[in-house]
């Protein structure tokens, strides 16, 4: 497994923008697909966009696409998540998880590791 650190949350207005990043211990971080992952209050967490190991394929839930944008740097061992045009509803914990040799699944079970989580508030 490796070690899941996010940075980059806050406090942002509607409109703004945000880019979160997920550093990643190990060795190996290029043969980990990667996952962000969001929770609300009183809601379950949800996927919002994954990034494949090898191809660096990118697939984004609806609710995001178009404003999202997922990549990594794997010389850094680091996954970005740059958020645009935010929204109050994008408001959540957000998560980075990782799934060895993942094919980019929006579920969260396949993913073996997760980070601690970083606070996205969007104000209106």
């Known amino acids: 497994q490796v070690q899941l650190v996010e940075s980059g949350g806050g406090l942002v207005q509607a409109g703004g923008s945000l880019r979160l990043s997920c550093a990643a211990s190990?060795?190996?971080?290029?043969?980990?697909?990667m996952g962000w992952f969001r929770q609300a209050p009183g809601k379950e967490r949800e996927y919002v966009a994954s990034?494949?190991?090898?191809?660096?394929?990118?697939r984004y839930a609806d609710s995001v696409k178009g404003r999202f944008t997922i990549s990594r740097d794997n010389a850094k061992n680091t996954a970005y998540l740059q958020m645009n045009s935010v929204k109050p509803e994008d408001t959540a914990v957000y998560y980075c998880?990782?799934?060895?040799?993942?094919?980019?699944?929006?579920?969260?079970?396949?993913?073996?590791?997760w980070g601690q989580g970083t606070q996205v508030t969007v104000s209106s």
């Open positions: 190990g060795r190996t971080f290029s043969s980990y697909t």
């Open positions: 998880a990782a799934d060895l040799y993942g094919l980019g699944y929006t579920m969260t079970q396949p993913y073996e590791s």
């Open positions: 990034i494949t190991w090898r191809t660096d394929s990118t």
